[in-house]
């Protein structure tokens, strides 16, 4: 068979670092070394992979700039050895521009450059403001072989006046395959639309695709590899696994109906299960990156932390992770008792500290300061704030992150306590609603995902699946004394924060308006602690932070008028009376 009639292609689904410009480079090596055992034409790596994606405003520095061209030099020259060619992501300056681009590098030399023609700039991105726009070029020639190399965004945009058809015009210039870096993020249900993104393509092209993204977390984003390759007759021809590295080789060949392959196809992740693995391997990723030893979580006995427990477990194996527990007055024997028990169940160094003394020596310190007003809420959050001086005292002793614990209910209405139990460097469940939390926990104790480190089985007991949350600040306390049951909150904040609906539109499907004009007053109100919490996995359409900014100086109000001028001690009052643990 000709060299012409077969094209092998090594995909690495790889995970970068950003910054790690030497080590990401070293990486791309190692792939090469193994598309060339495969007989590869060609290594295709993700979006920008030499810098590491997203590289934010670090991009713009000079030093970092040449730091890239300088690497990607070196590794040009190093394909003289006439092994595979490379095509790699990288920033790339040229005429004063600075633009996201992929190099071909073949045959001892930068072979040539393409540059991203659509820049997306909604929800987590912002590459307009970074990257300068590149034209829509034609196809790059790889052994013979004519390659359309569209970056990302240049496949997703649909028809506008800002947009650039890339895929038209690498069509219209004679490419015969499609091969598509990428740096897609992972949201929940995101698999379907990035296969009815690349079908439509082909659809319109004619053209077999190729679509190779990264894999790992950066922050609070994680990408999920999962990446695909799809014949021109829109029949599967090859699925890498998801959350998990992958360098896989695929054999093309061509006939008189164009190129085709039948490659591997790996299970998919869907649902549930793939936002609990995008939370282990988000945790995982962030302690790993950033150089942590391990990491530190107070264990309530709650569902909120045995969730947080099982990721951390999963994530980076039971002998770097650390349990506290930290009872006062008000904490049931039922909850120190399975705080214990999930503590033996994944095997974890646990510790009881009470925290009693250190409460009465704050009450006592601030007697006299105090003296004439009734005991409140500020009690309350002093118990929190106890807590939260203790974890970190122990993070900061022995180089443990402290994992915070709060989930997007609690963080939407504002129920959690500044610098107590908001306290920690990283949150996994950040984005995940409460009632998701308790769904995930019981999915964990009838499966793990592949590579967690964590033991199997029902490691989450029922007791704790089964109580009804509380914070245990005051006697008796439970979330709903303040809150509406999670169900019906979560339900209303879905619709306020992940699709916008307005209060008359939530009204029609059926909720309370009162309910909802409250919930909406409450997610607006605590903004301020949002600004403030630590970073955490994105799993949801529009998480808090990098997709939805509101400001927290903000009087609109969704009851057709702005907020009244604040008399503000009655603001701070009707702040705290809005949940039992709202910092006023």
Request: aromatic share 8%; hydrophobic share 40%.
């Amino acid at each position: 068979m000709a060299q012409s009639e077969r094209f092998v292609v090594t995909l690495a689904q790889i995970n970068p670092t950003v910054g790690d410009i030497s080590g990401n480079a070293a990486k791309a090596w190692a792939a090469r070394a193994k598309a060339a055992a495969d007989g590869a034409s060609l290594l295709v790596l993700p979006e920008l992979f030499l810098c590491g994606y997203p590289p934010e405003d670090i991009v713009l520095k000079p030093a970092f700039q040449a730091r890239c061209r300088a690497e990607i030099e070196t590794l040009a020259r190093a394909t003289a050895d006439g092994g595979p060619a490379v095509l790699i992501g990288t920033p790339w300056v040229d005429e004063g521009k600075l633009y996201n681009a992929v190099a071909l590098l073949d045959g001892g030399r930068v072979a040539g450059l393409r540059f991203k023609a659509n820049l997306p700039n909604y929800g987590v991105f912002d590459e307009k403001r970074i990257f300068a726009r590149g034209p829509a070029a034609g196809p790059l020639t790889v052994r013979g072989v004519r390659i359309g190399v569209p970056i990302c965004e240049d496949t997703w945009m649909e028809e506008s006046a800002e947009y650039e058809n890339v895929v038209e015009c690498l069509a219209e210039t004679g490419a015969e395959i499609l091969i598509v870096p990428n740096g897609s993020p992972y949201a929940r249900n995101k698999n379907d639309i990035r296969l009815s993104m690349a079908v439509a393509r082909i659809t319109e092209s004619g053209l077999p695709f190729i679509y190779l993204n990264q894999v790992g977390g950066q922050d609070e984003l994680v990408f999920d590899g999962a990446s695909f390759a799809i014949n021109a007759d829109r029949s599967l021809a090859a699925q890498l696994p998801c959350f998990q590295e992958s360098i896989t080789t695929l054999t093309w060949l061509r006939d008189e109906n164009g190129w085709t392959c039948k490659g591997p196809v790996s299970p998919m992740l869907e649902g549930d299960r793939a936002d609990y693995a995008a939370c282990v391997l988000g945790l995982r990723d962030y302690v790993g990156k950033n150089g942590f030893p391990g990491v530190l979580l107070g264990i309530s006995g709650g569902i909120d932390s045995a969730l947080c427990l099982a990721i951390a477990v999963d994530a980076i194996g039971v002998e770097r992770v650390r349990g506290v527990m930290l009872p006062y007055r008000f904490t049931a024997k039922e909850s120190i008792e399975d705080a214990a028990r999930i503590a033996r169940a994944f095997g974890i160094r646990y510790e009881v500290l009470p925290i009693a003394a250190a409460v009465t020596g704050f009450e006592g310190i601030l007697k006299d300061t105090f003296k004439g007003k009734p005991r409140d809420v500020t009690e309350e959050n002093l118990q929190a704030r106890t807590r939260g001086v203790l974890l970190m005292a122990i993070s900061n002793k022995f180089g443990d992150m402290l994992v915070t614990t709060g989930n997007k209910s609690e963080m939407s209405v504002g129920y959690a306590t500044l610098y107590g139990d908001m306290n920690g460097g990283f949150n996994p469940i950040k984005d995940i609603y409460k009632t998701e939390v308790f769904r995930l926990s019981s999915l964990r104790n009838s499966w793990k995902p592949e590579g967690a480190l964590g033991p199997s089985g029902k490691v989450i007991p029922v007791s704790i699946i089964a109580r009804p949350p509380t914070a245990e600040l005051r006697e008796n306390q439970t979330d709903q004394d303040s809150l509406p049951p999670y169900d019906i909150l979560d339900g209303i904040l879905e619709r306020l924060v992940e699709h916008d609906m307005s209060v008359a539109e939530i009204v029609e499907e059926g909720f309370d308006r009162d309910t909802v004009m409250r919930i909406d007053r409450l997610l607006n109100l605590a903004e301020y602690k949002r600004r403030q919490a630590a970073p955490g996995v994105k799993v949801t359409r529009r998480s808090f932070g990098r997709d939805r900014r509101y400001p927290i100086t903000n009087r609109f109000r969704d009851n057709g008028e702005s907020e009244p001028s604040p008399d503000h001690s009655l603001v701070t009052r009707a702040q705290r009376d809005s949940t039992g643990v709202f910092d006023g």
